[in-house]
C-alpha cells in the first residue's frame, strides 16, 4: 500500500543551525502539508502546498521557516536558524482529495 | 476559525468491549470533513474514518464507527470489540469545506489516551 515516507527518523542539530526534513508524498497525490507536534501537546498545521506553491501557512509558520518540491517526488521542510523551541515531531502529509495520509515523522531536537 | 475539544485525557477499556471517544468541534463553516487518526506510541498517524458534514448517515470503517450529531456538533468515535492493540492516542480533528487544500488542513484535538486491559 502506497505511503508517505519521511527522512530522517530522528534529527538532532544545534541551535542556530540549519536542518532540512525531507518527505516522499504518495505519488498521484496533488496536495502536501507539514505539521509539527511539540511532545506532549496536539498536532497544529503548518503550511499546505500545491501546484508548486504555498496555498495556505499557519501564524507559526514564520520566515525562518520555507518548503520545496525541488523535484516530482521530494517535499522539503527548511528551518533556517533552529530554535530550542523548534524541537518537535514533523509530520508530513498529503492528500489526493480526500483523507490525509501521514508520515511516520521525524522528531527534530534541539540542543 | 475551528475548534476541537476532546474532554477525555484518558480512556480505559476492556479487552472485547466497546468504547466511545468524545469530540465535540465549533465552526461556523457550513461544510466540513471531520476525521479521527490515531497515534500508537511508535509515533505515526494512522488515519481510521471520515465523515462529512453533509453525509446523513454516521460513517463506518470496519470496527470504527463515528457517532456525528451536528446538532449538538460532535463527532464521537465509538470503537468496538476492543483489542489490546487499539491502546495507542486518538486524535479528533476538522478540516473546512472540503476541497482543494482543505482536506489536509486539519485542526486537531488534544488527543485521548486509551488504555486497552486483557
Known amino acids: 500500500e502506497p505511503e508517505v515516507t519521511q527522512t530522517p527518523s530522528h534529527q538532532v542539530t544545534q541551535m542556530g543551525q540549519e536542518v532540512i526534513l525531507h518527505c516522499v508524498p504518495i505519488?498521484?497525490?496533488?496536495?502536501f502539508y507539514w505539521y509539527r507536534q511539540i511532545l506532549g501537546q496536539k498536532v497544529e498545521f503548518l503550511v499546505s502546498?500545491?501546484?508548486?506553491?504555498?496555498?495556505?501557512k499557519s501564524e507559526i509558520f514564520d520566515d525562518q521557516f520555507s518548503v520545496e518540491r525541488p523535484d516530482g517526488s521530494n517535499f522539503t521542510l527548511k528551518i533556517r536558524s533552529t530554535k530550542l523551541e523548534d524541537s518537535a515531531m514533523y509530520f508530513c502529509?498529503?492528500?489526493?482529495?480526500?483523507?490525509?495520509?501521514f508520515g511516520q515523522g521525524t522528531r527534530l531536537t534541539v540542543v | 476559525a475551528q475548534k476541537i475539544t476532546q474532554t477525555q485525557p484518558g480512556m480505559f477499556v476492556q479487552e472485547k468491549e466497546a468504547v466511545t471517544l468524545d469530540c465535540t468541534y465549533d465552526?461556523?463553516?457550513?461544510?466540513?470533513?471531520l476525521f479521527w487518526y490515531k497515534q500508537p506510541s511508535s509515533g505515526e498517524m494512522i488515519f481510521l474514518i471520515y465523515?462529512?458534514?453533509?453525509?446523513?448517515q454516521n460513517a463506518t470503517e470496519g470496527r470504527y464507527s463515528l457517532n456525528f450529531q451536528k446538532a449538538r456538533k460532535s463527532a464521537n468515535l465509538v470503537i468496538s470489540a476492543s483489542q489490546l492493540g487499539d491502546s495507542a492516542m486518538y486524535f479528533c480533528?476538522?478540516?473546512?469545506?472540503?476541497?482543494?487544500?482543505?482536506?489536509?488542513?486539519?485542526?486537531f484535538g488534544q488527543g485521548t489516551i486509551l488504555t486497552v486491559h486483557p
Open positions: 480533528a476538522m478540516s473546512p469545506d472540503p476541497g482543494g487544500t482543505s482536506y489536509g488542513k486539519l485542526t
Open positions: 505519488s498521484n497525490h496533488l496536495y
Open positions: 502546498f500545491y501546484n508548486n506553491e504555498i496555498s495556505e
Open positions: 465523515q462529512g458534514s453533509y453525509d446523513e
Open positions: 465552526t461556523s463553516d457550513q461544510s466540513y470533513g
Open positions: 502529509a498529503s492528500t489526493r482529495n480526500t483523507e490525509a495520509f
